[in-house]
């Protein structure tokens, strides 16, 4: 993540900053087609239809209408199904995450406009919503509930997992979106899939039944980036896609503040990999000197970066 300053004052800003803190500025931002961030005052550009709502900061396409001539929707607001009464304290913390997701989509060079179209659909369980969480067809399906803190730690203790996050899981199911655009129709890419992730065709149902009845002995830490991801192919992809996604995060955020050098090779995930080792040994120490959890709490093995490596290689092939 780019380092951002308010246009009228330049003070620092930040990519969900609704005004500039100094000189009250409001502010919007635009997602460019290679992946930078543009911010600009919201009384020169208009903002989003569900700015308010939603507390969202992007703002509509340019010559974007609509139907009852009222503010137009953002990108991102655009393509989300969510309940008119949801819970603003559930909702807004997983748009946020979805529109950083959609930032780094951008930037990573995958396309998420045109078909098979990316979409969101939010439901709460406890408020009685049907939600079958996942992705099918480039949908996603999230459930509200997770945003709760309480609930959030409760689901991840449970599934003895290390890290979920709203945007963590939507990085996981983007990981599913990613292998529909690119893999599954490009036999190429769907033969270097199957070199290094195994064959998808494996009974999908019969294979999470069987991950559900055993017990983490640890033997997936060498090919694995997860106990999850030993469970399917696709969901061996899905979760060292969202490695991907948090390594790129978590590079680009390090090297705008100085962290750590940039890599050099803008699309070499070995580069990347290893600049995330240095950023994350930072970012851990940082929490710790505050009592926290480790910020990136993963151990990556040598076979875990080769499933990484090979994701970011799916987007940027080369035969």
């Known amino acids: 993540?780019?380092?951002?300053?308010?246009?009228?004052?330049?003070?620092?800003?930040?990519?969900?900053?609704?005004?500039?803190?100094?000189?009250?500025?409001?502010?919007?931002?635009r997602v460019l087609p290679d992946g930078g961030l543009d911010v600009a005052d919201l009384a020169v550009t208009g903002g989003c239809r569900k700015r308010d709502d939603w507390r969202c900061n992007w703002r509509p396409d340019d010559g974007a209408v609509t139907t009852d001539g009222g503010p137009a929707w953002c990108p991102s607001c655009l393509i989300v199904d969510a309940p008119d009464d949801a819970r603003p304290t559930l909702l807004i913390p997983f748009l946020s995450a979805q529109r950083r997701a959609l930032w780094q989509l951008t930037a990573l060079g995958v396309e998420w406009r045109t078909e098979p179209a990316l979409?969101?659909?939010?439901?709460?369980?406890?408020?009685?919503?049907?939600?079958?969480?996942?992705?099918?067809?480039?949908?996603?399906?999230?459930?509200?509930?997770?945003?709760?803190?309480?609930?959030?730690?409760?689901?991840?203790?449970?599934?003895?997992?290390?890290?979920?996050?709203?945007?963590?899981?939507?990085?996981?199911?983007?990981?599913?979106?990613?292998?529909?655009?690119?893999?599954?129709?490009?036999?190429?890419?769907?033969?270097?899939?199957?070199?290094?992730?195994?064959?998808?065709?494996?009974?999908?149902q019969a294979a999470l039944d069987r991950h559900y009845a055993r017990t983490d002995d640890g033997a997936w830490r060498d090919e694995h980036v997860s106990f999850y991801a030993s469970a399917?192919?696709?969901?061996?992809?899905?979760?060292?896609?969202?490695?991907?996604?948090?390594?790129?995060?978590?590079?680009?955020?390090?090297?705008?503040?100085?962290?750590?050098?940039?890599?050099?090779?803008?699309?070499?995930?070995?580069?990347?990999?290893?600049?995330?080792?240095?950023?994350s040994l930072a970012a851990n120490e940082l929490a710790r000197a505050m009592g926290m959890r480790d910020l990136y709490p993963f151990a990556l093995s040598s076979g875990a970066r080769r499933r990484i490596e090979a994701c970011w290689q799916v987007v940027h092939f080369r035969p």
């Open 1 to 29: 993540m780019e380092r951002l300053h308010c246009p009228t004052c330049g003070n620092e800003v930040f990519f969900d900053s609704m005004r500039c803190v100094r000189c009250e500025t409001s502010l919007t931002l």
């Open 119 to 204: 979409r969101f659909t939010y439901r709460s369980r406890s408020a009685g919503g049907a939600a079958v969480i996942g992705h099918l067809g480039g949908l996603i399906t999230l459930d509200l509930d997770e945003a709760d803190p309480a609930r959030g730690e409760q689901i991840r203790s449970t599934l003895g997992e290390q890290y979920r996050t709203p945007l963590g899981h939507i990085r996981h199911e983007l990981g599913h979106y990613v292998w529909l655009r690119h893999v599954a129709g490009d036999p190429q890419r769907l033969g270097a899939f199957r070199a290094t992730f195994g064959d998808e065709t494996a009974d999908y």
């Open 232 to 279: 399917h192919p696709w969901e061996d992809f899905a979760e060292s896609w969202a490695q991907v996604m948090h390594i790129h995060d978590v590079v680009s955020t390090g090297a705008a503040w100085g962290v750590i050098e940039p890599p050099a090779a803008p699309f070499d995930p070995a580069e990347w990999v290893s600049a995330a080792v240095t950023a």
